[in-house]
């Protein structure tokens, strides 16, 4: 048997995910030549849609997809990448759950395109034009832009076979999850492809893993307030760190450097919604009601890197 071919895509992402794979340094030449890359559109390989499009549908063992479904564009190549992949798997949160970018949602097109064009500081447009999805250049030149959609996740476009999480994905974790590719070792089809524990399960903050029990929060502050102690718990200090629901997979890597966790990493096993989850648990934690008027924009505390993939999908206005 020949090598495995793999693809990836990067859609409306950062190109952040891109990066996790190099950052796994000399063990990437080992899974590059262990496997035949097919397609990696935009950033590694000058592939045409029309030659990717060419080959045979479920030619491709392994899809990775990056990045959230942003315009028609993206939408096409979902349903593309699905047909020729047998295995199709969103790579980084905002292919999983949308992402930072996700937020975008909050907002119409026209209200972004507005602000983008002609709102901003910055923006020299005297004319006030705005892009337009077709538009005639010297009379003959017919020039197209891919159609704004909402943000979406894979899975609203696309049947997802796996999900991996993070803002990126941690380098440790992208190892693991290859090799189990490789391997065929791979959890159930729907499953995040993880380590199964909440960062707070492997945070050296953790009063629990030192034989204490968990103090109630009984102020909320930012994170710019207030001196932070070094092995103390940020979520009892009063800093709202939802490493209580969120995956582990990056080593708890946020609150190392004393910056509470905001959620990349994707709910922990069995959250179908990790805003609402997360919702819950700072209310269980909070000292009283009066301390939720201090929460500080909560929409984009809870919701910062899930809004498409969760129940509100785009629907809240501000």
């Known amino acids: 048997m020949g090598k495995p071919k793999i693809a990836y895509y990067l859609a409306g992402g950062c190109g952040g995910c891109d990066i996790s794979l190099v950052d796994l340094s000399e063990f990437l030449i080992d899974v590059v030549t262990a496997v035949d890359i097919v397609f990696f559109a935009p950033t590694l390989l000058d592939v045409k849609y029309k030659d990717f499009e060419a080959l045979p549908d479920g030619s491709i063992e392994v899809g990775f997809w990056s990045g959230n479904v942003r315009n028609k ?24 759950l949308g992402g930072i970018k996700g937020l975008v949602n909050l907002y119409t097109n026209q209200e972004l395109l507005e602000k983008a064009y002609r709102d901003t500081f910055s923006t020299d447009n005297p ?102 102690e070094e092995e103390r718990c940020l979520l009892e200090a009063g800093y709202l760190c939802l490493g209580p629901v969120t995956q582990g997979d990056c080593g708890a890597s946020c609150l190392k450097v004393n910056i509470p966790c ?22 269980s934690v909070l ?26 999908g785009g629907r809240i206005k501000k």
């Open 73 to 96: 564009e993206h939408e096409h190549m979902a349903k593309t990448m699905r047909r020729k992949c047998k295995t199709l798997i969103a790579y980084g949160i905002c292919a999983s």
């Open 127 to 228: 004319t006030g034009e705005l892009p337009s999805p077709k538009v005639t250049v010297d009379g003959k030149y017919e020039l197209e832009l891919p159609e704004l959609t909402e943000v979406r996740t894979l899975g609203q476009v696309v049947e997802v076979d796996y999900l991996i999480g993070g803002c990126p994905p941690h380098y440790e974790q992208v190892k693991k999850a290859l090799i189990a590719l490789l391997e065929g070792k791979l959890p159930p089809p729907g499953s995040w492809i993880t380590m199964g524990h909440a960062v707070c399960e492997i945070c050296k903050r953790n009063p629990v893993l030192k034989g204490k029990s968990k103090e109630i929060t009984t102020e909320v502050k930012r994170i710019i307030e207030g001196e932070l």
């Open 262 to 283: 905001r959620g990349c990493g994707g709910p922990i096993p069995e959250v179908s919604d990790f805003g609402l989850r997360a919702i819950n648990m700072i209310a």
């Open 287 to 312: 000292e009283n009601e009066e301390l939720v008027d201090k929460i500080e924009d909560p929409l984009h505390l809870f919701y910062r890197y899930s809004l498409p993939g969760s129940m509100l």
